[in-house]
């Protein structure tokens, strides 16, 4: 079983940063993807940037030059630092790993249960 856990949301004015963890934990041959979602109430979940193994990162337009994404491979941890924060980056911040169970397995799926970031202006 897999487990992510996520921490380092909360309540930050604008102009300020916050850092994202999530640390995904089991039995798995691979972990290839990490990345961070985004929903409001009523909205889909928008990626808001993701990582791979090799380190090439994607992000969404919204938040290209502000938010920065990592990963500790020996930790099995993301990170997503958060800077210049608005009002519009309000909303539940959810990890998602992408991971190969076993080397004869496909890949799988997993999410974190999300955590709230609020941004007062």
């Known amino acids: 079983q897999v487990q992510l856990v996520e921490s380092g949301g909360g309540l930050v004015q604008a102009g300020g940063s916050l850092r994202l963890?999530?640390?995904a934990s089991g039995n798995f041959f691979s972990l290839n993807v990490m990345g961070w979602?985004?929903?409001d109430p009523g909205n889909e979940r928008e990626l808001v940037a993701?990582?791979?193994s090799s380190g090439s990162a994607k992000y969404a337009d919204s938040v290209k030059g502000r938010f920065t994404i990592s990963r500790d491979n020996a930790?099995?941890?993301t990170y997503l630092q958060m800077n210049s924060l608005t009002?519009?980056?309000t909303s539940v911040y959810y990890c998602n790993v992408i991971l190969r169970p076993a080397s004869v397995m496909p890949l799988r799926n997993y999410?974190?249960?999300g955590t709230r970031v609020t941004v007062s202006s």
């Open 75 to 77: 930790k099995n941890t």
């Open 87 to 89: 009002p519009e980056d």
């Open 50 to 52: 993701n990582i791979d």
């Open 21 to 23: 963890s999530c640390a």
């Open 111 to 113: 999410w974190g249960q």
């Open 37 to 39: 979602y985004r929903q």
